[in-house]
C-alpha cells in the first residue's frame, strides 16, 4: 500500500506573507516521497500540486519549526474542546486562539494531562486546500518532530532566504526546542546530563558544521529519513475544524479511493461475484418468464385454432376470437355487452326510484350517455355504486354520465 508523504514548505516569518502571496510570486511546488511500506522511499520529486503522483494514503509532514507544544490537563469538555483548550492555553499563546490550530495526541482523554500541538490555522488551512483543490485528500498531517523519549537531536538548515542557518531541533520528555547552534544559548540549555542517552542525526548540507558543534562525529539523516521516522508517529494534526470533510464529488472521490484500496481486495471480488450471481439469476429468472409466456400464447393460440378451425392465420389470439364470438351472437340473434339494449338494461336495474326518466340519450358502441343535469352527488354516487355491483362503471365529467363495461388493465 503505497503512502505519499508531501513535505509542506515551512511558514515565513519574517514578514506577513499568505499562501496567496507566494502563488502570485511564483507557483507553489511541493517536495514529495513515495513509500510502499513506510521504510523505504520507491520515488521523490518537487511538484506543483496538479503533478503529484496519486497514493493509497496521503500524509503531509510539517516542517521543523511550524508546531509548538504545550502539556496541559485536558478540560472535560466534549465536543467543545477546541474552545476549551483554546480559552486554557490564552495565556501562554503567542498568537490570537483563532489563528492557531490545536490537535491533541492519540487517545488523549478528557480529565488526563496530555500534549497539545499548536500550529498556525491559516497558513495549514491554506497548504491543504491548494492540495485538495488538485484532487490530492491528504489523510494525516504529521509534525517533523514530537516530544519523545529517548531524546533526539537533529541538526537542519532553517533558513528560508537561502542563507544557511543552523538549527538544532532537540526532542525529549518535556517537549520540543528549536535552538540555533550559532550561539551559546544551546550549549547553556542542553546540559551534560540533558544529553546522555541523545540520538543525534543531521541533515546532509550541515553535517560538517553539526560535527564542529557537537565535537563528536553525526550521522546523516536527510529528509527522506526524517519524513519517514514522522511516519511513525501517532500525530494526526487534522482534528477539529481541519478534520477531513467529505461532501459531494470530493467524498465520491476519497470513496473511491479508499475502496481500491489492497486491504479491499477481497470486498471487491466479493461484491463481484455477487453482482455476477445476481446479473445470472435476473437472466434466469427473465428466462423463465418468458418462457412461462410464450406456453400460455401457445395454449391460446391453440384454443382459437380448435374453437375456430377455419382461422388460419393467428395475428392477436384474444381479440380474434372475441371477433367470433360477436359475430355467432349476431347470427343467433343474442345481444351483445356493447349492445344499446344491454346497456339500457343495465341502467334500468340501477337507475334510483326518485329520479324520473332521462330526457335525452346517446348511444355510441359499449357507452350509453345522458346529462347529469338535476342529478345531486349523493345521487351519481348511488347510481355508480349500484352500477359497480353489476359490473359496470359510471364515468362523470363535462356534464354528461355514461355507462359503460369498465376497462380492463
Given at each position: ?64 519549526n511550524d508546531v509548538s507544544w504545550r502539556r496541559v490537563e485536558l478540560p472535560k469538555a ?154 511513525q508517529t501517532g500525530w494526526n494534526l487534522r482534528q477539529f475544524d481541519l478534520a477531513p ?47 412461462e409466456l410464450t406456453a400460455q400464447q401457445d395454449a391460446i393460440n391453440a384454443t382459437l ?105
Amino acid at each position: 500500500m503505497a503512502t505519499l508523504l508531501v513535505l509542506l514548505p515551512p511558514r515565513p516569518r519574517l514578514r506577513a506573507q499568505s499562501l496567496n502571496a507566494m502563488a502570485r510570486e511564483g507557483d507553489i511546488e511541493f517536495d514529495w516521497l513515495l513509500t510502499p511500506d513506510g521504510r523505504s522511499v520507491s520515488a521523490e520529486g518537487r511538484n506543483l500540486p496538479a503533478a503529484l503522483p496519486h497514493a493509497d494514503n496521503v500524509v503531509a509532514v510539517m516542517a521543523e519549526n511550524d508546531v509548538s507544544w504545550r502539556r496541559v490537563e485536558l478540560p472535560k469538555a466534549g465536543r467543545q474542546m477546541r474552545a476549551a483548550l483554546a480559552g486554557k492555553l490564552e495565556e501562554s499563546l503567542l498568537d490570537e486562539p483563532e489563528n492557531l490550530h490545536f490537535a491533541l495526541e492519540a487517545d488523549a482523554t478528557p480529565g488526563d494531562t496530555a500534549w497539545v500541538a499548536i500550529t498556525a490555522r491559516n497558513w495549514l488551512a491554506e497548504l491543504l486546500g491548494q492540495l485538495e483543490g488538485a484532487q490530492i485528500f491528504v489523510d494525516r498531517v504529521v509534525p517533523s518532530a514530537a516530544p519523545d523519549l529517548p531524546p533526539g537531536g537533529h541538526f537542519h538548515d532553517a533558513s528560508t532566504d537561502g542563507s544557511c542557518l543552523v538549527e538544532l531541533s532537540w526532542t525529549h520528555a518535556e517537549g520540543v526546542a528549536s535552538l540555533p547552534i550559532g550561539g551559546s544559548l544551546a550549549r547553556q540549555l542542553l546540559s551534560p546530563a540533558s544529553v546522555e542517552g541523545t540520538r543525534w542525526t543531521s541533515a546532509p548540507g550541515v553535517v560538517a558544521l553539526a560535527e564542529r558543534w557537537l565535537g563528536a562525529s553525526v550521522p546523516v539523516l536527510g529528509r527522506q529519513g526524517r519524513a519517514l521516522a514522522a511516519l511513525q508517529t501517532g500525530w494526526n494534526l487534522r482534528q477539529f475544524d481541519l478534520a477531513p470533510k467529505a461532501r459531494g464529488t470530493k467524498a465520491l472521490w476519497q470513496f473511491l479511493r479508499t475502496f481500491l484500496r489492497p486491504q479491499w481486495r477481497l470486498v471487491r471480488w466479493g461484491l463481484a461475484v455477487l453482482l455476477l450471481l445476481e446479473l445470472l439469476g435476473l437472466n434466469l429468472r427473465a428466462w423463465r418468464l418468458q418462457h412461462e409466456l410464450t406456453a400460455q400464447q401457445d395454449a391460446i393460440n391453440a384454443t382459437l385454432s380448435s374453437t375456430f378451425p377455419h382461422v388460419r392465420a393467428i395475428l392477436d389470439a384474444p381479440i380474434q376470437m372475441q371477433k367470433e364470438l360477436d359475430l355467432l351472437r349476431q347470427r343467433s340473434g343474442a345481444l351483445g355487452e356493447q349492445d344499446f339494449e344491454t346497456l339500457l338494461a343495465a341502467a334500468a336495474t340501477a337507475w334510483p326510484a326518485d329520479r324520473g326518466p332521462a330526457d335525452i340519450l346517446a348511444f355510441e358502441p359499449g357507452r350509453l350517455i345522458f346529462s347529469d343535469q338535476g342529478w345531486s352527488p349523493q345521487q351519481v354516487d348511488a347510481l355508480r355504486s349500484q352500477l359497480r355491483s353489476e359490473g359496470w362503471a359510471l364515468e362523470a365529467s363535462d356534464g354528461r354520465l355514461v355507462i359503460s363495461r369498465p376497462t380492463r388493465p
